[in-house]
């Protein structure tokens, strides 16, 4: 009987943050507009969605554009706004929507007030769309777990199920805005832990939470993978693998720099005593900074990860000469240092998605390393490096190696990279073992007051 409920309490859990992520991606949609169209119209600011043609927006005439100016000053207004939003009607533990999510699961029974759907939408798209460096889907984690929370509430449901419906929601965001139901259904369960321990009560509300919500958000949105990958990437020579050890020992030390890197700035901030408002705007000056020189670190910088996929077929980074090897790595630290400036000072956006793009950036760049090195016949492609790239990342920074395989194979339609990407999603994850960008999860059930 009790899984009977289970059943139809997921379902519900399901239509309820469906319908939530696609009024979040209205929501982002229309901010993303008002900037970058309305407030911002110029060419300087349009390169924000052209790709990586920074090397053309180093000229005095561009450097100068009042215009261009306003990308310094941007980031810390929206980041501010989003700042108050959140502090005056829904104060979580922290701004970083998953870490919260995971604290409220261990250590609050699972509650989640109501107004955080609300308002961390608005906040979140407030500091992402004005430039921020960060993503959507941290805060939309967040989302779907207040919804379940919400939803346990309303229906009077024990703390136990109001735990596991949480957990269900947090996947079920997950699904819907990365368009990879599978992914979110594991994250669901994944997500709690920094071991390879999981919640795997959570697994089957999960699944069904994750495939209703994905349903309901792809029949508004389409049913298309987030990025297109070249037809030709696919894993068919076992030589690969040494190449692919490269990259995972490649992945693990970027994760411990980008750890290392986020946790110094945030407690920088902690620390300095400065008010909460003045340290977001301090922050979004920063990232302003770096991208008044570097445009493309400023907001999700999913254009990134797309320009990753076609690295062996075009020239990337023109300012920083042909090599392109050189302009991903000069990436990867623009963006996690933007990254860490903009979430570390307590401005509203998530880690998650900077991870993919230094993932993608770092294995774009050891893949184009190795097609100029090693012959022909070895078969190198740029392209799924990124890929691969991408997954080691997630799984050793955020310690979800089964979400991380399936997610990078959802989010490009390639499913033939699942090899390669569970050979450095295994070594990463083993080798940064300790490492986590969740101070929340615990290390294992045992560790967690809800099985102590």
Known sequence: MRTGRNFGESILVGVFVGFVVVVFRCMIEIGSHLVLNGICNHRALSRLGDGLAIGKMFSVEALLDWHRLSLIMLPAIGALLGYLLIRRFASTRNTHGTGSAIHAYHFEDGYIPGAVIPVKSIASVLTVSTGGSGGYEGPVTLLGAACASVLARWMNLTVRARRILMAAGLGAGIAALFQAPL????????????????????LLPSFIASAVSYTIYAYFFGWEPLFTMPPDCAYTSGVRLLPYFVLAIVVTFGVRFYISLFRTVERRFARSGIPGAACVVIGGLMTGLIGYFVPDVLGTSYQVIQASF????????????PLTIAGFICFFFMKALATAFTVGSGGSAGVFAPALVCGG????????????????????????????????????AIRIPLTAILMVAEISGNHSLLLPAMWVCGIAFWLNNGWSLYRSQVHCRESSPVHS
């Open 183 to 202: 992914a979110g259904a594991i994250f669901g369960f994944e997500i709690f832990y920094s071991s390879s321990d999981v919640e795997y009560e959570t």
């Open 310 to 321: 076609t690295a062996g077929a075009s020239e990337l980074f023109e300012g920083f000469g």
């Open 361 to 396: 950036s770092l294995g774009a760049a050891v893949g184009l390393f190795f097609q100029h090195y090693l012959p022909d016949w070895v078969g190198i492609h740029p392209a799924a490096f990124a890929l691969v790239g991408m997954a080691g990342f997630l799984a050793s």
